[in-house]
């Protein structure tokens, strides 16, 4: 079993500061996506990152894949009170198409 | 185009009552997920079918937990007896394909046993 481990487990700041959340692993992934969660909703994605080292950008946030492929980094840069919810990462490895999440980072930005 | 839709969106029994969870995935997709979310342990995966076919079901609990997809268009999961410790919000997630695809979720079931 690939276990995810989420940092921080929880965030609350003001709007307007930047943050990074981060997620890690001991296992190689293939891929890695980071999903948004607001609450009574299900998940939905925001990002698919598959090569090491790779770096994607969605306005404000700013995705990275580890050089390893174990870890990857979420930063939001000027928070806003539209970013809160809950940020889950999940990784798919090996011949498994099967995508594991972490526990989620949740993120409460106040005005 | 219609998402990913569960039912029932919120459901109160009691312990050793038979609780039915119910999901259409979004039409042209092949891959079937049921997840279990608690503050505790997070999403859990219970079972993935592709194909209509169950290709992993290791992370059901135990033989109280079933599901089934008769077809490309419905699947079921069943608890049957229930207990307290079920209690969670049953997401079902469905993608085109396999590898790094994109998971649509339903809204989810918010199960309550007391």
């Known amino acids: 079993t690939q276990l995810l481990e989420q940092s921080p487990q929880f965030l609350s700041i003001q709007e307007g500061e930047n943050l990074t959340v981060y997620c890690n692993s001991s296992s190689v992934f293939s891929s890695l996506q980071w999903y948004r969660q607001e609450p009574g909703e299900g998940p939905v994605l925001l990002v698919t990152?598959?090569?090491?080292?790779e770096v994607k950008k969605l306005k404000r946030l700013t995705f990275q894949f580890g050089d390893a492929r174990k870890d990857s980094s979420l930063h939001i840069t000027a928070a806003q009170p539209g970013d809160t919810g809950l940020y889950l990462c999940a990784g798919s490895s090996g011949g498994s198409y099967i995508p594991t999440f972490g526990r989620g980072t949740s993120l409460i930005v106040h005005p | 185009d219609a998402g990913v839709i569960q039912s029932p969106r919120h459901e109160v029994t009691e312990m050793g009552q038979e609780v039915t969870l119910r999901c259409k995935p979004i039409s042209g997709h092949n891959s079937l997920f049921w997840y279990r979310q608690t503050m505790m342990r997070g999403l859990e995966l219970l079972i993935y079918f592709n194909n209509n076919v169950p290709i992993d079901d290791s992370g059901m609990p135990e033989d109280r937990f079933s599901a089934k997809m008769p077809n490309a268009s419905f699947s079921t999961l069943k608890i049957q007896p229930s207990e307290p410790r079920d209690s969670a919000v049953y997401f079902c997630a469905s993608r085109l394909g396999e590898w790094a695809g994109e998971l649509f979720f339903g809204e989810g079931s918010r199960l309550t046993v007391l």
């Open positions: 990152v598959v090569t090491g080292g």
